[in-house]
């Protein structure tokens, strides 16, 4: 098995394939999903040939055996992994940002075939691959991810920021700024202002809170 062009590209057992928007075209390739481009370079997408069962970006995705493979109309790829009795769903992300190829279209402020976490296009100094995990606008500097208002309320504190559909926020408080402590590990599956309601003691001193976000 070797990427290259023409020739000098190796297969270990081509099966399946199917022809994406762009004319090139998918192949199963035993544990491997593997790409002939239209100027003839065949290249890896997912899997490396290690049998096994694990979802992840490219050469960590590991399949058993693949038998099936199929386009759907915004680009995920869907294939039969006949050996570990699974289909499996891939979104093709050739320049390794996280960012699904699809997404990466013109006017969607990512850039394909570039490595968007180097990229802040609206320059809020959050980069576009930062931005997309956090479902905000990479081409608006307005749209950024942050705490939107911690506000007293009674003997309590409400942090409040705007949420992402499918996206997982974890809320952490200090006292120091030294050791951090969680608050609430929050799902959120829409798109809109979330609250959080944190019970303080009247003595309590000053603290701190920090936001972090991720995608499932
Ligand atoms: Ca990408
Ligand atoms: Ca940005
Ligand atoms: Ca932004």
Redesign the pocket.
Not at 120 to 124: F, M, S
């Given at each position: 098995m070797s990427d290259g062009s023409g020739a000098g590209a190796r297969f270990q057992w081509a099966g399946d394939i199917a022809l994406d928007a762009s004319d090139n075209l998918l192949i199963c390739d035993e544990t491997r999903v593997r790409k002939l481009g239209t100027n003839g370079l065949v290249t890896t997408l997912a899997g490396n040939g290690i049998r096994g069962l694990a979802s992840g970006p490219g050469s960590e995705a590991r399949f058993a055996g693949l038998n099936g493979i199929c386009i759907d109309q915004i680009g995920n790829v869907y294939v039969a992994d006949s050996f570990n009795h699974r289909i499996c769903r891939i979104s093709i992300d050739e320049d390794g940002d996280r960012i699904p190829d699809f997404m990466e279209t013109i006017g969607s402020g990512y850039t394909p075939g570039v490595d968007d976490s180097q990229i802040?296009?609206?320059?809020?100094g959050?980069?576009?691959a930062a931005?997309y995990i956090a479902g905000t606008d990479?081409l608006s500097a307005a749209s950024?991810f942050r705490i939107k208002e911690v506000r007293r309320v009674g003997n309590s504190v409400v942090i409040s920021w705007d949420g992402a559909y499918n996206r997982y926020y974890e809320l952490l408080k200090s006292s120091n700024l030294t050791s951090w402590s969680v608050v609430t590990n929050k799902p959120v599956s829409s798109n809109g202002p979330v609250a959080v309601s944190i019970a303080i003691s009247p003595a309590q001193n000053a603290s701190f809170y920090r936001l972090s976000v991720s995608m499932p």
């Open positions: 802040d296009t609206d320059g809020d959050q980069s576009n931005e990479p950024n």
